[in-house]
């Protein structure tokens, strides 16, 4: 079966299921492949073609599908804390995993002698799984007015504020970590850009941990920037493609970097993180970047990923199939000195 990403017929999908459009079939026959295939209710599987000239359209979970899909398309536009840090499957809302620890050297061993056993001195750490929430509501007056274009941007805000939600709770365990048990790079002085980032790279060095990753903000993101771009010709992909939201783009300093807007906009330039800690602006008390061993630092755990769940709600006047979408997720620090806080100290 041909692989679809169904958000791209939301309203299509919407036309045909609220409002019976033979005009909006066509355009989905004619859109998607023939050899798409959908699960009925009672387990046919029927093409696309048949089944939207069929009375199992009602039961076949298409729609479902084009909310799940949409919910994911926004979803994966704001993920950057689950591409930046290490995930974990969880399959207990409690997951003890094994704190790694640095790779070190193998030791010799002499004829004869017996073997030293790597790893006997794990320790363990906990991922507790939360559970994060959004609804989105069909009331009926948009479904007679055709408002499938907003149920969409709905669905899609969910998503994003549901990512978002991760991003915020696990960068704010990187950034804690970090700042309260980890190394600590001053930026005042000559440690400014470029260096601070050496210089956090170095402990990590001297502490026996590989520094691959880093997490930056907005703010330090243009302080980069702009050293670049004055360092090398403003042609070259390192000037300026740097740094993406969520996907690296090249590697700096021997450091995969990813940047994070979460809790900065035009009113509120920082995100606090406790009562002392604070992520993103280049003022005295702020954390703007982590930089840390990947493998060692922090675990991300998904006990449920995002998922969409269908319920009606007569009393409200709501029409079928709104939407509840939910997640349970654990993030945790696993060894807060495989990492090093690039922060403005007083």
């Keep these: 079966m041909t692989a679809i990403n169904l958000s791209n017929h939301f309203v299509d999908i919407c036309e045909v299921y609220y409002k019976d459009s033979g005009k909006h079939k066509r355009r989905l026959e004619s859109a998607l492949p023939d050899d798409f295939t959908v699960r009925t209710a009672t387990g046919k599987v ?135 048990y980890g190394h600590v790079v001053d930026t005042n002085g000559v440690n400014q850009g470029r260096l601070a980032i050496s210089k956090a790279i170095t402990l990590l060095n001297k502490s026996g941990y590989e520094p691959n990753t880093m997490v930056v903000s907005p703010i330090y993101e243009e302080i980069l920037r702009d050293e670049m771009i004055s360092t090398f010709n403003t042609s070259s992909a390192q000037s300026t493609d740097m740094l993406s939201r969520g996907t690296a783009m090249s590697p700096f300093m021997g450091v995969t970097p990813y940047m994070t807007n979460i809790g900065v906009n035009d009113d509120k330039k920082r995100s606090q993180i406790t009562t002392s800690v604070e992520w993103g602006e280049n003022i005295d008390g702020q954390v703007l970047a982590v930089v840390y061993d990947y493998n060692c630092a922090q675990r991300i755990g998904m006990r449920r990923d995002i998922t969409s769940t269908t319920y009606n709600d007569p009393l409200r006047d709501l029409a079928s199939n709104n939407e509840v979408f939910t997640a349970r997720f654990a993030h945790e620090f696993v060894r807060a000195n495989a990492k090093s806080a690039v922060a403005i100290v007083a």
Excluded: C, W
């Excluded at 089944?51 to 199992?56: I, R």
């Excluded at 979803?75 to 409690?94: D, L």
């Excluded at 002698?113 to 007056?141: H, M, N, W």
């Excluded at 007015?145 to 915020?168: C, V």
């Design 46 to 180: 029927m093409t696309i073609r048949k089944l939207l000239n069929s009375a199992d359209l009602f039961d076949s979970g298409l729609l479902q599908a084009a909310i799940q899909d949409t919910l994911m398309q926004s979803a994966t536009y704001k993920r950057v804390m689950r591409n930046a840090i290490m995930p974990e499957t969880m399959n207990h809302t409690i997951e003890r995993i094994p704190v790694p620890i640095p790779a070190g050297v193998a030791r010799s061993v002499g004829e004869g002698a017996e073997v030293p056993l790597f790893g006997s001195d794990f320790t363990y750490v906990d991922l507790v799984a939360t559970k994060i929430g959004e609804r989105t509501g069909i009331t009926q007056e948009m479904v007679e007015e055709n408002q499938f274009g907003a149920i969409a941007h709905h669905i899609k805000m969910a998503g994003e504020s549901l990512e978002n939600r991760l991003n915020m709770d696990a960068l704010t365990t990187l950034v804690h970590g970090s700042h309260t």
